[in-house]
């Protein structure tokens, strides 16, 4: 089945400490966000690209797109403040979608293997998730003191494609506008609403690239997957 991908695209990236975007930070001689956005462009399921950006940056991710031949772009609508601004933003001008991702333009590890299971089991239970099992231990912490340890075999580490069948996260991105309420990832904004979102198991090498060490973490990624 086809589906779109929705791409928040309009951060500070202040952890990165960059001064500018850190997804125009480079991977092997290539932005970030060009090794996100040639996931997409490769998958033949891929209908379409909707990217929210700076409107100041538009400009300038007009010319990567077009170096770098990235023809499934159907919109740049302007970022707001927030991801969930962003990815409403985007919303509103996909017209007839069906199943709808969102992903962390941050995130250019994924595969086309795990966007296509979570597409599956959107389409079959209307929302699906990308995440991995916790693997260190978890503590319970108020004031510094630890008040207990967490069971981590039911905690998972929540990721990004999320999948979402267009009608349902439409319907939630809309209530969360009513309720003025900001949630932390859309799978939150459809829990509100009583829906249940079911968990694909993906990569640990499904990295966000958000600090500097990330940046060493992503090479050594690209060093292993297609050498040198």
Request: proline share 3%.
């Amino acid at each position: 089945m086809q589906y779109d991908v929705i791409l928040p695209a309009a951060g500070s990236g202040k952890r990165m400490a960059a001064g500018h975007n850190k997804l125009f930070l480079e991977l092997r001689n290539k932005p970030i966000l060009i090794h996100t956005l040639e996931v997409f462009q490769q998958d033949e399921a891929c209908r379409g690209i909707w990217l929210a950006v700076k409107p100041d940056e538009k400009a300038y991710i007009q010319t990567l797109l077009e170096k770098y031949h990235i023809t499934k772009v159907k919109a740049m609508p302007n970022g707001g403040e927030e991801r969930q601004h962003s990815v409403v933003a985007c919303v509103k001008q996909i017209e007839d979608g069906q199943i709808v991702l969102v992903h962390d333009a941050a995130r250019p590890f994924i595969t086309i293997p795990i966007i296509h299971e979570l597409v599956e089991a959107a389409e079959k239970k209307g929302a699906a998730i990308a995440g991995v099992k916790a693997k260190d231990t978890m503590k319970v912490v108020e004031n510094g003191k630890i008040k207990g340890t967490v069971d981590r075999s039911s905690l998972w580490m929540i990721q990004t494609p999320q999948a979402f069948d267009f009608t349902l996260l439409k319907k939630a991105e809309q209530q969360a506008e009513t309720d003025n309420f900001l949630g932390t990832d859309e799978a939150m904004l459809v829990e509100r609403l009583g829906q249940s979102v079911y968990i694909v198991e993906s990569s640990y090498e499904n990295v966000k690239i958000t600090t500097k060490e990330d940046l060493i973490f992503g090479d050594a990624i690209l060093s292993q997957r297609i050498g040198g």
